[in-house]
Protein backbone atom coordinates (compact mmCIF):
# COMPACT_ATOMS: atom_id res chain seq x y z
CA UNK A 1 0.00 0.00 0.00
CA UNK A 2 1.28 3.98 -1.20
CA UNK A 3 1.16 6.32 1.87
CA UNK A 4 -0.85 9.39 0.08
CA UNK A 5 1.54 12.07 -0.61
CA UNK A 6 1.74 14.90 2.29
CA UNK A 7 0.12 18.07 1.30
CA UNK A 8 2.52 20.14 2.50
CA UNK A 9 5.31 18.66 0.00
CA UNK A 10 2.89 18.75 -2.65
CA UNK A 11 2.31 22.57 -1.29
CA UNK A 12 6.03 23.20 -1.67
CA UNK A 13 5.93 21.84 -5.25
CA UNK A 14 2.98 23.36 -6.53
CA UNK A 15 4.11 26.92 -5.13
CA UNK A 16 7.84 26.41 -6.80
CA UNK A 17 6.32 25.24 -10.18
CA UNK A 18 3.78 28.23 -10.34
CA UNK A 19 7.05 30.74 -9.14
CA UNK A 20 8.91 29.03 -12.75
CA UNK A 21 5.55 29.28 -15.06
CA UNK A 22 5.28 32.80 -13.78
CA UNK A 23 8.54 33.67 -14.91
CA UNK A 24 8.17 32.07 -18.08
CA UNK A 25 5.32 33.70 -18.69
CA UNK A 26 6.84 37.21 -18.27
CA UNK A 27 9.60 36.34 -20.59
CA UNK A 28 7.49 35.27 -23.28
CA UNK A 29 4.86 38.51 -22.62
CA UNK A 30 7.91 41.28 -23.04
CA UNK A 31 7.75 42.03 -19.40
CA UNK A 32 10.78 42.74 -18.39
CA UNK A 33 10.82 46.90 -18.37
CA UNK A 34 7.94 47.17 -16.34
CA UNK A 35 7.99 45.73 -12.72
CA UNK A 36 5.19 43.10 -10.73
CA UNK A 37 4.01 46.64 -9.25
CA UNK A 38 3.67 48.41 -12.55
CA UNK A 39 1.93 45.66 -14.36
CA UNK A 40 -0.55 45.25 -11.11
CA UNK A 41 -1.59 49.08 -11.77
CA UNK A 42 -1.79 48.19 -15.66
CA UNK A 43 -3.99 45.48 -15.34
CA UNK A 44 -6.16 47.16 -12.65
CA UNK A 45 -6.96 49.90 -14.62
CA UNK A 46 -8.03 47.79 -17.40
CA UNK A 47 -10.03 45.75 -15.42
CA UNK A 48 -11.13 48.87 -13.38
CA UNK A 49 -11.04 51.43 -15.73
CA UNK A 50 -9.69 54.62 -15.33
CA UNK A 51 -9.20 55.88 -11.72
CA UNK A 52 -6.87 58.63 -9.52
CA UNK A 53 -3.66 57.38 -8.23
CA UNK A 54 -5.03 57.71 -4.44
CA UNK A 55 -7.83 55.16 -5.42
CA UNK A 56 -5.09 53.23 -7.53
CA UNK A 57 -3.06 53.43 -4.19
CA UNK A 58 -6.18 51.88 -2.45
CA UNK A 59 -7.55 49.50 -4.14
CA UNK A 60 -3.39 48.09 -4.42
CA UNK A 61 -3.32 48.55 -0.76
CA UNK A 62 -0.09 51.10 -0.53
CA UNK A 63 0.09 54.52 0.67
CA UNK A 64 -0.45 57.27 -2.25
CA UNK A 65 3.60 58.01 -2.39
CA UNK A 66 4.76 55.14 -3.59
CA UNK A 67 1.78 54.96 -5.95
CA UNK A 68 3.34 58.30 -7.39
CA UNK A 69 6.65 56.63 -8.19
CA UNK A 70 5.01 53.51 -9.83
CA UNK A 71 3.30 56.26 -12.17
CA UNK A 72 5.36 58.47 -13.10
CA UNK A 73 7.54 55.76 -15.14
CA UNK A 74 4.30 54.62 -16.98
CA UNK A 75 3.49 58.04 -17.62
CA UNK A 76 6.95 58.83 -19.31
CA UNK A 77 6.75 55.68 -21.33
CA UNK A 78 3.01 56.17 -23.04
CA UNK A 79 1.34 53.58 -21.02
CA UNK A 80 -0.52 55.90 -19.04
CA UNK A 81 -2.57 59.30 -19.79
CA UNK A 82 -4.02 61.81 -17.37
CA UNK A 83 -7.77 63.42 -17.79
CA UNK A 84 -9.36 65.90 -15.15
CA UNK A 85 -12.02 63.73 -13.16
CA UNK A 86 -15.18 65.50 -14.63
CA UNK A 87 -16.01 64.84 -10.66
CA UNK A 88 -13.61 66.78 -9.41
CA UNK A 89 -11.20 68.97 -11.76
CA UNK A 90 -8.87 68.90 -9.41
CA UNK A 91 -8.20 65.40 -9.58
CA UNK A 92 -6.45 63.21 -12.25
CA UNK A 93 -7.66 59.94 -13.49
CA UNK A 94 -5.48 57.77 -15.02
CA UNK A 95 -6.25 55.54 -18.14
CA UNK A 96 -4.52 53.41 -20.40
CA UNK A 97 -3.23 54.33 -23.52
CA UNK A 98 -3.91 52.74 -26.70
CA UNK A 99 -0.26 51.82 -26.89
CA UNK A 100 -0.45 50.26 -23.56
CA UNK A 101 -3.68 48.48 -24.17
CA UNK A 102 -2.06 46.72 -27.15
CA UNK A 103 0.81 45.92 -24.97
CA UNK A 104 -1.72 44.16 -23.06
CA UNK A 105 -2.85 42.20 -25.80
CA UNK A 106 0.07 40.76 -27.33
CA UNK A 107 1.49 40.36 -23.91
CA UNK A 108 -1.29 37.94 -23.78
CA UNK A 109 -1.19 36.63 -26.61
CA UNK A 110 2.43 35.65 -26.54
CA UNK A 111 1.99 33.70 -23.03
CA UNK A 112 -0.94 32.01 -24.49
CA UNK A 113 1.01 30.94 -27.92
CA UNK A 114 3.73 29.85 -25.21
CA UNK A 115 1.66 27.79 -22.72
CA UNK A 116 -0.20 26.41 -26.00
CA UNK A 117 2.84 25.25 -27.60
CA UNK A 118 4.62 24.02 -24.31
CA UNK A 119 1.50 21.73 -24.21
CA UNK A 120 1.21 19.98 -27.63
CA UNK A 121 5.07 19.63 -27.88
CA UNK A 122 5.88 18.42 -24.60
CA UNK A 123 2.70 16.48 -23.68
CA UNK A 124 0.77 13.36 -24.69
CA UNK A 125 -2.59 13.25 -25.50
CA UNK A 126 -3.60 11.13 -22.18
CA UNK A 127 -1.13 13.66 -20.05
CA UNK A 128 -2.71 16.69 -21.67
CA UNK A 129 -6.10 15.17 -20.15
CA UNK A 130 -4.54 14.81 -16.65
CA UNK A 131 -3.20 18.23 -17.05
CA UNK A 132 -6.77 19.39 -17.27
CA UNK A 133 -8.12 17.69 -15.09
CA UNK A 134 -5.10 19.14 -12.77
CA UNK A 135 -6.51 22.49 -13.70
CA UNK A 136 -10.02 21.82 -12.02
CA UNK A 137 -8.28 20.77 -8.57
CA UNK A 138 -6.41 24.29 -8.72
CA UNK A 139 -9.95 25.85 -9.21
CA UNK A 140 -11.31 24.17 -6.80
CA UNK A 141 -8.16 25.15 -4.38
CA UNK A 142 -8.04 28.93 -5.37
CA UNK A 143 -11.76 29.26 -4.90
Known amino acids: MTTPPDPATIASELRAIIGRLKRRLREHAGAGEHTQSQIAVLVRLERDGPMTASALARAEGMRPQSMGAIIAPLEAAGMLTGAPDPHD ?28 RAIQAQLSPQEQAQLAAAIELLKRITG
Open 89 to 116: GRQTLLSLTEACITWIREGRAARQDFLT
